[in-house]
């Protein structure tokens, strides 16, 4: 029996994606663009019969995944929500680091908001979650890009620390599959419009 896949999507392009700045707890709709970046993702996804489809209740990627509109309907799961950046919230890193040199999300306090560790802890409930629910075949999740890297990191067995190695552009689709007895990456950052193609048999 086949391990079931995950395709992770990250939500759309919205007015402060564009400039770089922290977009945890704000719900901020898509831009247009973004819009025609989730609709450009639905082609991404044709040819695959999806068991389950998960979203984030921010609007951003809710909006994503009902542009999308996967078949099997949505359900909406609160553990999806981006990281809380507490102090940090609607800055980029330069401005920042103005004043914390060297600051990043991924190696510094995040005062009055979630710790990398307390991510991924979600990252953990929504995987298990996910591996109850679907045993065969397919799902995807709509959700945010600190988020998404945090939960690939996990899907691997890495600590929460090293999604900073995975940096997703807004509405690419990745997919997480397995091969053989390990969890693995079968594809990253797949560009909008391009066809995915349906199930990837190890």
């Known amino acids: 029996m086949e391990a ?5 999507i990250r939500h759309g392009q ?3 994606s564009l400039t770089g700045r922290h ?12 819009r025609d970046e ?9 040819g695959w ?46 401005q920042t680091r103005e004043r914390v040199p060297g600051w990043s999300v991924w190696t510094h306090e995040i005062v009055g908001g979630e710790s990398v560790e307390q991510v991924g802890e979600r990252a953990d409930r929504f995987l298990r979650r996910f591996e109850s629910e679907v045993t065969v075949g397919s799902a995807v999740v709509f959700a945010h890009g ?4 945090i ?17 997703l552009a807004t509405a690419t689709v990745s997919l997480l599959g397995s091969h053989r007895e390990d969890r693995v990456i079968r594809t990253l950052n797949h560009r909008v419009g391009d066809v995915l193609d349906p199930p990837f048999r190890s």
């Not at 079931?4 to 992770?8: K, S």
């Not at 977009?23 to 663009?33: A, F, K, Y």
């Not at 989730?38 to 044709?46: I, K």
């Not at 939960?151 to 940096?167: D, K, S």
């Open 4 to 8: 079931p896949q995950l395709l992770v």
């Open 38 to 46: 989730a609709r450009a993702a639905a082609s991404t996804l044709a």
């Open 23 to 34: 977009t945890g707890r704000t719900d901020i709709e898509l831009t247009d663009v973004g």
């Open 151 to 167: 939960l690939i990191a996990r899907w691997c067995g890495l600590p929460a620390v090293e999604g900073r190695r995975f940096a």
């Open 49 to 94: 019969n999806l068991d389950r489809a998960y979203t984030s209740p921010l609007v951003r990627a809710h909006e994503t995944a009902e542009l999308v509109s996967p078949s099997c309907g949505l359900v909406v799961d609160d553990s999806l929500v981006e990281w809380d950046y507490g102090v940090y919230e609607g800055e980029s890193t330069p």
């Open 146 to 149: 600190h988020f998404l890297a």
């Open 14 to 16: 919205t007015d402060w």
